[in-house]
């Protein structure tokens, strides 16, 4: 298995552009999510699915957007980049959320830069 | 903010030596987990202990939990250079489907 795969692992945008973080997963994980992790200050929740057809709002959601068509594949867009979403983004997944919040695998990352 | 917390912010001891680190969170939980994540890699399961038990094994690591003082901590005996990284704990609260981190440990170990 490949596990959870990110999409791309560097990528610079401009203010106002627009683009998606691509996440994959091999592994059939109902639950999935998306993490952005800034200096000092962990890892905060964006937005997670517990299946497909279904998301839901983390902590910081504002600014992204996400889609659960197929178990496999979790994208997240970025409406128009600001600045401030200049961070590394970690996607992860795990069996069944059932299980409250079981052990999460981790994507390698994106690091997003934003000008 | 629901985020535990991990204390110290940053550890630095000598190969062999063994590592404190410690979390603490401020609701009822359903289990607590320790996640290990190197230098501009990605974070590794490494032990969970759900609410029921106070302490767990694996291999070097010591992981126990104190429900009344909502706190957990991690030992990791004989440490290596290897295990150089930073350390985050993440638990997960009664009747919810997310699991919230806390800043992280960031463990040096000199050889």
């Known amino acids: 298995n490949a596990g959870v795969t990110q999409t791309p692992k560097f990528q610079v945008l401009k203010t106002g552009q627009s683009m998606t973080l691509q996440c994959a997963q091999d592994m059939n994980h109902e639950y999935m999510s998306w993490y952005r992790q800034d200096p000092g200050m962990g890892l905060r929740l964006i937005h997670y699915?517990?299946?497909?057809?279904?998301?839901d709002q983390g902590e910081v959601p504002n600014g992204y957007n996400v889609s659960r068509s197929t178990t496999e594949d979790f994208p997240l867009r970025l409406l128009s980049a600001a600045p401030s979403q200049t961070s590394v983004y970690f996607c992860?997944?795990?069996?069944?959320?059932?299980?409250?919040?079981?052990?999460?695998?981790f994507g390698p990352g994106t690091r997003l830069t934003v000008l | 903010s629901q985020q535990g917390e991990e204390d110290p912010q940053a550890l630095s001891i000598q190969e062999g030596e063994n590592a404190t680190m410690n979390c603490s969170y401020k609701t009822s939980i359903n289990n607590l987990q320790w996640y290990r994540q190197n230098s501009g890699r990605g974070l590794v399961h490494l032990i969970l202990?759900?609410?029921?038990?106070r302490e767990k094994h694996s291999g070097r690591l010591r992981v126990t939990l104190d429900t009344s003082k909502k706190s957990s901590s991690l030992l990791i005996t004989a440490s290596r250079a290897a295990d150089t990284a930073s350390y985050f704990c993440?638990?997960?609260?009664?009747?919810?489907?997310?699991?919230?981190f806390g800043k992280g440990t960031k463990l040096t170990v000199n050889p």
């Open positions: 993440a638990n997960s609260q009664g009747g919810s489907e997310k699991l919230v």
């Open positions: 992860a997944s795990s069996y069944d959320y059932n299980r409250f919040t079981d052990t999460q695998y």
């Open positions: 699915s517990v299946g497909a057809g279904i998301t």
């Open positions: 202990i759900r609410s029921n038990e």
